[in-house]
């Protein structure tokens, strides 16, 4: 577990972009290939439509529209910023990962330190924790944190368990000491092992190297135990909701929004009826682009914020919970 909690040295979240594609794959489309219902997802998950990526179109482009609006949206120009991280579960390529080619394509100074990091759906929360610390520690002084994730190309779409779960898309987020808006009050990251085998894709790694016939093999899709993930991510989020408020002395009374991870609209409810939080205080968008796993926060965030919920000077609790049984919050003040 770490936590910061040396408020002096928080840094802010500055700005929020976000892109999903233009593509959608609709529960009615899925009707037509899969033994499925709009009604049997939509009771189930909250889900109507989630934005897919054509074969053509490259992940990392995402993260790039998503920066290029977060970077314009701040008071920072792009060649002051100083290290990019890049939290992503499936990267456009296992070797290097994706940030190399995200900091390519924005043109950002070539002696830069970028890195992926990959922490389950809580990346984004994960790297903003890491990204507040480096800049408190290491100085770092102006962080890109970015959220990319194309799980429609590691979910198996004959397998109506999970594909109709999911969704591509990305956020971003420039984190700097500068500017008086996005001030990071806490944030906190945990993991429980115990639970590592929660949500899985098991092939394509080095215990289970890439096949030839792998399409046909369970195990280079994504794969989860459902019950399991659903106990776990409230209980989870609620509890490192909890840390964050406490660490900062404020309770829930204080906070304006929730934006929690948009996996499952019963998640997200029964979180906030857990936390004793209204859901006119939460900020749910998962109907229209279901579980972007690390792009889900910045995406409803920046939601929340252009639709005129989220106002300046709100307090704003951000938690997530993911594979790996990694979960985290931040609490700031926009
Ligand atoms: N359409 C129709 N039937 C389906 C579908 C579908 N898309 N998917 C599963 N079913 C069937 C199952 O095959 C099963 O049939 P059976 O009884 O004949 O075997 C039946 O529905 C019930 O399946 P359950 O798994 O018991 O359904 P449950 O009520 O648990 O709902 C769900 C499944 C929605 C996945 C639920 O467990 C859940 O929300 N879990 C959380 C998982 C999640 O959100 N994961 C996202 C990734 S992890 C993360 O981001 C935190």
Request: charged share 25%.
């Amino acid at each position: 577990m770490t936590e910061s909690s040396d408020k002096e040295t928080l840094p802010n979240i500055l700005s929020i972009g976000a892109a999903v594609p233009e593509g959608v794959v609709t529960n009615e489309e899925l009707e037509k290939t899969l033994d499925t219902s709009d009604e049997w997802i939509t009771s189930r998950t909250g889900i109507k439509r989630r934005h897919v990526l054509k074969e053509e179109e490259k992940p990392s482009s995402l993260g790039v529209e998503a920066s290029r609006e977060a970077i314009d949206k701040s008071p920072v120009d792009p060649e002051e910023i100083d290290l990019v991280v890049v939290a992503t579960n499936v990267s456009d390529m296992p070797i290097p990962g994706s940030s190399p080619f995200i900091v390519k394509e924005l043109g950002l100074s070539r002696d830069i330190p970028f890195f992926d990091l990959k922490a389950g759906c809580s990346g984004f929360l994960y790297a903003v924790d890491v990204a507040a610390n480096m800049i408190g520690g290491k100085g770092y002084a102006e962080i890109l944190v970015i959220g990319l994730e194309a799980l429609s190309r590691v979910v198996n779409w004959d397998d109506r368990s999970t594909c109709v779960l999911f969704g591509d898309g990305a956020g971003a987020a420039v984190i700097s000491k500068r500017g008086n808006r996005g001030r990071i009050l806490s944030t906190s990251i945990y993991g429980d092992p115990s639970k590592a085998n929660l949500i899985k894709v098991e092939g394509g790694g080095t215990r289970l190297p890439p096949a030839k016939g792998s399409e046909e093999d369970e195990r280079y899709y994504i794969r989860m135990e459902g019950k399991g993930v659903f106990k776990s991510a409230v209980n989870m989020m609620k509890r490192s909701s909890l840390h964050v408020l406490e660490d900062a002395g404020l309770d829930l009374s204080d906070v304006d929004w929730i934006v929690p991870h948009q996996a499952n609209i019963r998640i997200i409810k029964q979180l906030a009826s857990s936390l004793g939080v209204g859901m006119d205080r939460v900020v749910v968008n998962v109907d229209e682009y279901a579980n972007t796993s690390t792009a889900t926060i910045p995406i409803a965030f920046k939601e929340g914020i252009e639709e005129g919920s989220i106002e300046s000077g709100d307090v704003v609790l951000l938690t997530a919970f993911g594979a790996g049984a990694a979960y985290g919050a931040t609490l700031l003040e926009w």
